[in-house]
Structures are given as structure tokens and as C-alpha cells.
């Protein structure tokens, strides 16, 4: 059984930093994709970022573009997301999915896996 374990969020002042971190274990044979999604209250849920697992190409949503940094370490099958530049609308919970097969990589149905989700407070 494959088991995703996010860590990281909490609350931080507009303008500041958080990282993210994404835990993967369990079997997972191929893993093509780790995305980051967000929910805030009242709306769905969003794309943030996301990276081929072996490749490393990257995606972001124009909201979070240069602000937001995703990557991962193999070694550690653990995936990562920045966040710099904090804003208030930034505040969600955070998920982090796993894609063991291609797919477009903005879509929800494309992540196979998901995390429990960690919340990200961002004050003004």
C-alpha cells in the first residue's frame, strides 16, 4: 500500500517562507508524476505544482509561479514544494498526489495517491 505523509505548513506573515515536504512509501513500481494541490475554504480544490518524477520537468499555476519551487529527491522518494513570498490567498491545505501513470498533469484524476493535506496559514 503506497502511503503519502506531508509535513511542513503551519502559520506564517504575509512575505514569509514554508517548505513542504511530501513522504512516499509503500510499493509503488513507477512513479511518474508528484503534483501539489490546495483547497481553501468554500473552493475547490486547485493545481499548484507539479514534477516528472524522473525527468524533472515542472508545472506550476500562474498564481504561484515565481514564488513557488517544486522538487524532489529520489533517493528519499520525497518531494518538496517552496513557498516564498507568502500571501494571505495563498492560505489552503496543501496536498500532495502521486501519478503512477502519465496523464496531464494539472488534472485531479490523474494522481492515483494523495496525502492526508497540511494546512498553510498565511496572516496579513
Known amino acids: 500500500q503506497v502511503q503519502l505523509v506531508e509535513s511542513g505548513g503551519g502559520l506564517v506573515q504575509a512575505g514569509g517562507s514554508l517548505r513542504l515536504s511530501c513522504g512516499v512509501s509503500g510499493h509503488l513500481v513507477t512513479n511518474y508524476a508528484m503534483g501539489w494541490f490546495r483547497q481553501a475554504p468554500g473552493k475547490e480544490r486547485e493545481f499548484v505544482a507539479a514534477i516528472i518524477w524522473s525527468g524533472g520537468g515542472t508545472d506550476y499555476a500562474d498564481s504561484v509561479k515565481d514564488r513557488f519551487t517544486i522538487s524532489r529527491d529520489g533517493a528519499k522518494n520525497t518531494g518538496y514544494l517552496q513557498m516564498n513570498s507568502l500571501k494571505p490567498e495563498d492560505t489552503a491545505v496543501y496536498y500532495c498526489?502521486?501519478?503512477?501513470?502519465?496523464?496531464?498533469?494539472?488534472?485531479?484524476?490523474?494522481?492515483?495517491?494523495w496525502g492526508q493535506g497540511t494546512q498553510v496559514t498565511v496572516s496579513s
Open positions: 498526489a502521486v501519478a503512477s501513470r502519465w496523464g496531464y498533469r494539472q488534472g485531479e484524476s490523474t494522481y492515483n495517491y
